[in-house]
């Protein structure tokens, strides 16, 4: 499949280029994700908006919603950003890649986390309920469970984009797991 153009600051309405602005003054570029939102007029203000919401959700944890659902959807893109940002909120190259995996044996929290993610995702929403047992055992709230799935739905559109548009990757590319058993 033929990768999306990337649509420039120039090549976008008045209202993207505000955005793009903001965003090269807060992120010092303008990722070729949002940057591909913009084909639709709304979609990236919609975006931010849904991603930058309060969540009960530390950073870490956020991250490990981010990583085990791009790499269960195999987003090439968002593992890469996700690597990245992951790196930004404390975690080792060693600890993202298992993460990746759908453990995080250094963290029992993260742990029950990572596992409800993986679990949901590749059920398809419907997660085994030893992994929702264990999220709440684990310490985790109601309002951490729904601040979880809206992550979950938030990053499934970054991957489908991706997926759909396969624009160039603007982050250093995410190491490749030494197991497919994800």
Known sequence: ????????????????????????????FVPNLYATFTYSENALGDYLTLAGRKSSLTNKEKEVVNLVVSEVNNCNYCKAAHTAIGKMNGFTEEEILEIRTGEAS???????????VKSAV??????????????FAAGYSK???VDTILLIGEKTISNYLYGSAKFPIDFPEAKELESAAV
């Open 122 to 135: 590749i059920n398809r929403s419907k997660p085994e309920q030893s992994t929702i047992d264990a999220f």
């Open 1 to 28: 499949m033929e990768s999306f153009n990337v649509p420039s600051r120039d090549e976008v309405s008045a209202n993207n280029q505000t955005i793009f602005d903001n965003l090269k003054s807060q992120v010092g």
């Open 143 to 145: 309002e951490n469970l």
């Open 106 to 116: 250094f963290d029992a929290k993260l742990d029950a986390l990572t596992k409800y």
